[in-house]
Every structure is written in C-alpha cells, then in structure tokens.
C-alpha cells in the first residue's frame, strides 16, 4: 500500500488520471460480466421458474378487427397473452400453416393460440369462440 502511495505522490497528473481511468474501465469491464452472467440465467428460466422452453401457448380470446386475406394477416383485439407476457391490445398476427380464416369478418369473436417465431408473431390454431 506504501508502495502505491508513493507512486501516486510521484506521479505527475496523467499518470494519476490514467490510474483513475484504469479503475473505471476494469469496473465496467466487472459490471458487463454481471450483467452478461444475469442475461444468460433469465434466458434459461421463464418468470415462473421454468426452462427456456418455449411456453406451450395458450388458448386465447379475442375479437377479429381486420381480415387480410392477401397478406395472410389477422388484426385482433386479444386478452392478455400469458405465455408471451403480453397484455390485452389489438395488433397484427402472421397466419401459421394451415390455419384458415374463411368465413371470417370483422367483430367475429374468436380464440387462437400464438407463438413467437423469428420475432413476429405467428397464430398456429384458430377457431371460433362458442360460448
């Protein structure tokens, strides 16, 4: 510690300022791998404590807002979305293979179940809501 001290007596004020700027940037360095250890650890486990499977998708409701037959795309007014943690709104949806939207029209009450591919969202089932 003596040692240290004499150096930083010694020592004109760039040295001293880069001795500060060598102490920031190894605790930045410190806190990047934090940080990078925590991403990885949310990334294996989902907000209930589960793996980073994705989450079998759920049934939803919603009210169809938009039928885009060309575009392949449904416009919705959807509950909240447990397994993408995703509140009530109206948004776009993709359609996935095989799902059909014949006979659909706007204010068709509906229930869908969605997943997340290649950051879009994507329906894989769809039927109509019987209540």
Request: no cysteine.
């Amino acid at each position: 510690m003596d040692r240290i001290k004499s150096v930083i007596t010694r020592s004109n004020g760039r040295n001293l300022l880069m001795l500060a700027s060598l102490g920031f940037i190894s605790l930045g360095l410190s806190v990047g791998v934090v940080q990078a250890q925590q991403h990885s650890h949310h990334s294996q486990h989902s907000e209930h404590g589960e793996t980073s499977e994705p989450a079998k998708a759920e049934w939803t409701l919603a009210e169809v807002r938009k039928v885009d037959r060309e575009q392949g795309r449904l416009t919705l007014r959807h509950e909240r979305i447990e397994s993408l943690n995703m509140g009530s709104m109206t948004m776009v949806f993709r359609l996935g293979e095989g799902v059909s939207i014949e006979g659909l029209t706007e204010g068709t009450k509906v229930r869908f179940k969605v997943v997340r591919d290649s950051g879009q969202l994507l329906i894989t089932a769809l039927e109509l809501e019987t209540q």
